[in-house]
């Protein structure tokens, strides 16, 4: 288990790298990148930077060199923004959860009927009548 200084310190590199990657990076290869998370050794000299590609496979294997050959400049941007002994050496991971949840999410529309999604429990109680009423039964005045 990670100890709380990693964590904290796997936080801060996620935060640069994802802003130098979306503010700072010109490199045309790099597009649609997202830093998912950022795993940091317990000596914290390496970091693993997990990155969330959209598109096919050939764009995220052009990203992830283009992540690559920006690596020296990333690791400058954490050396000057966290104070650490060593800077960690980055190395880039496609992660691809969000892609599978994406799928997951598409099949399981289209197994799952869409009329039964869209109807309303029926016996929810009315909002505008209070909490008193129940469905079924009559208010006797």
Not at 24 to 45: A, C, F, H, K
């Amino acid at each position: 288990m990670p100890s709380r200084r990693t964590q904290k310190a796997a936080e801060a590199i996620r935060e640069v790298v994802g802003m130098a990657i979306l503010a700072e990076l010109n490199d045309p290869r790099i597009q649609d990148v997202t830093v998912t998370y950022v795993e940091v050794s317990g000596d914290m000299r390496q970091a693993k930077v997990h990155v969330s590609v959209m598109g096919d496979e050939t764009h995220q294997q052009l990203s992830l060199k283009g992540l690559q050959s920006a690596a020296g400049f990333l690791q400058s941007k954490i050396a000057k923004r966290i104070d650490l002994r060593y800077t960690p050496r980055l190395t880039f991971v496609l992660d691809k959860g969000v892609k599978h949840s994406i799928e997951i999410s598409r099949i399981l529309k289209e197994v799952l009927p869409d009329d039964e999604s869209a109807e309303a429990p029926e016996d929810v109680a009315d909002p505008g009548r209070g909490d008193s009423h129940q469905p079924g039964t009559e208010d006797e005045e």
